[in-house]
């Protein structure tokens, strides 16, 4: 591909090594060449990919708004609050990942129109327009869901410039997506769920026999290893068993699982069961998070409850003296170690900050999957939610009562207001796997 860019732009493009299609890394070459062009597009290529403060605050919301309110007393005018709540709140109408994929590929629409040298027209965007950056795009190899992403940052695009968008005629959008995916539907990369017997062999892992040691603390290998591949077994079955997303499982913390939760709310019938306290998950507009539960095993070798503890106990973590999370359920909390750490890098033991992030939950997953014996080319993060929404699914979970759990996407109102009489239907989850 050739860009001319002007006879200064040259040295200095940098390309997005990560995109499918051609791609600036920067809006700098679209600027020079609108700039030698006389044209005025700055309106076009603004940046909401970095998280606002408002996302950045964890729900810890107030001090945030006063940070950013300014004084009151002073009379904002009009623009300047509406401008406040379009660089503050707007964004958030997408979450910060697709606003990061969107500007990526707002640039490769760009690059394409500077390549093109078609900038000046670009926007707003005819459907012929479309059909021919749609062809470019084939020509990379561009698989279905980059176009289906590329299409609907497009539309986002017009959106937010509030300009006419392509593909305003009737079912114009789901005819351009039939003509593409009659060719290019091929079945994925199968992706296994973790399914029962596949949790229960995560609960079994022990510790490998070996003469007397140690410990963690006195520095033995063998116990060291045990408690990393332990973590890992044990991120993968509770992820599975809450039907949870690595980037939740990775947020939980020590204080997110609250034992005992519907005992002492008087229920005998689930003495010894848990609460885990999802903060907040991707579809869960409301915030108001959700509590899957985890109950108590008839096989002690399967007690995820009583693992956790014993490998907390091991791992020296534990809940703060001073911990709020029970009266400030949605906030992360400052004192609290989280509940699956990261490796620290000297072998031995765990390091509590920063948290994991939703890759480093990934792997543990996978790699405890390896440790009891699975062949992994099949398995990822995500069969950790797969398998805990299919067999809870099978077992009969209904799908309004699977929501308070799994929070995947059905955008109903109602649901705000479902309150149990009681928290059978929600153990049930757990029940499916057997324990
Ligand atoms: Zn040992
Ligand atoms: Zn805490």
């Known amino acids: 591909m050739l860009v001319v860019v002007g006879s200064q ?29 006389g044209l005025r597009i700055n309106d076009w290529l603004y940046s909401d990919a970095e998280e606002t403060a408002l996302e950045a605050c964890h729900a810890n919301w107030q001090p945030a708004v006063r940070g950013l309110a300014g004084d009151a007393r002073l009379v904002p005018s009009v623009d ?24 990526t590929h707002r640039l490769s629409v760009l690059t394409w129109a500077v390549w093109k ?37 497009i539309l986002a695009w017009h959106e937010r410039l509030r300009l006419p968008p392509p593909l305003a005629g009737k079912r114009a959008y789901q005819r351009l997506f039939h003509s593409l995916s009659r060719f290019q539907g091929r079945p994925r990369r199968l992706i296994f769920p973790i399914y029962a017997g596949a949790v229960r062999r995560l609960l079994g892992l022990r510790r490998p026999d070996h003469p007397p040691c140690g410990g963690v603390r006195g520095r033995c290998l063998i116990c060291a290893e045990y408690l990393r591949a332990w973590r890992n077994c044990l991120a993968g079955a509770v992820a599975t ?18 034992e005992r939760f519907d005992e002492k709310a008087g229920y005998e019938r689930f003495r010894g069961g848990a609460a885990v306290n999802v903060k907040v998950r991707k579809n869960d507009q409301f915030r108001q998070g959700h509590q899957p539960r985890l109950g108590v095993a008839r096989n002690p070798d399967w007690d995820v409850i009583a693992h956790l503890r014993t490998l907390w106990r091991d791992a020296g973590l534990a809940v703060h003296p001073s911990c709020q999370k029970r009266l400030l359920p949605e906030r992360r909390c400052p004192v609290c170690p989280p509940m699956f750490p990261r490796s620290a890098r000297d072998g031995f033991g765990f390091v509590t900050h920063p948290p994991p992030s939703s890759s480093d939950l990934s792997r543990m997953i996978v790699d405890g999957l390896r440790q009891v014996g699975f062949d992994t080319s099949l398995f990822s993060g995500i069969s950790a939610r797969k398998g805990g929404l299919s067999t809870a699914i099978e077992a009969g979970v209904p ?22 009489g009681s928290p059978a239907l929600l153990y049930n989850t757990w029940a499916a796997f057997g324990l």
Request: glycine share 4%.
């Open 9 to 37: 732009g040259g040295r200095s493009v940098a390309w997005n090594s990560r995109t499918q299609l051609p791609t600036f890394a920067t809006f700098g070459p679209v600027l020079r060449v609108a700039a030698g062009l």
């Open 80 to 103: 300047e609050s509406l401008a406040a709540f379009n660089r503050h709140v707007l964004p958030m109408e997408r979450a910060q990942k697709t606003r990061s994929k969107y500007l």
């Open 117 to 153: 040298g078609i900038l000046p027209d670009l926007l707003p965007m005819s459907d012929d327009l479309l059909r021919a950056f749609l062809w470019d795009a084939l020509a990379f190899e561009a698989t279905l869901p980059v176009l289906k992403h590329a299409v609907n940052a």
């Open 241 to 258: 068993l809450t039907c949870s997303r690595c980037a939740e499982t990775a947020d939980l913390q020590v204080c997110d699982l609250w």
């Open 399 to 420: 799908e309004h009562i699977l929501w308070m759990q799994s929070g995947h996407a059905q955008d109903v109102a109602a649901r705000r207001y479902v309150h149990l």
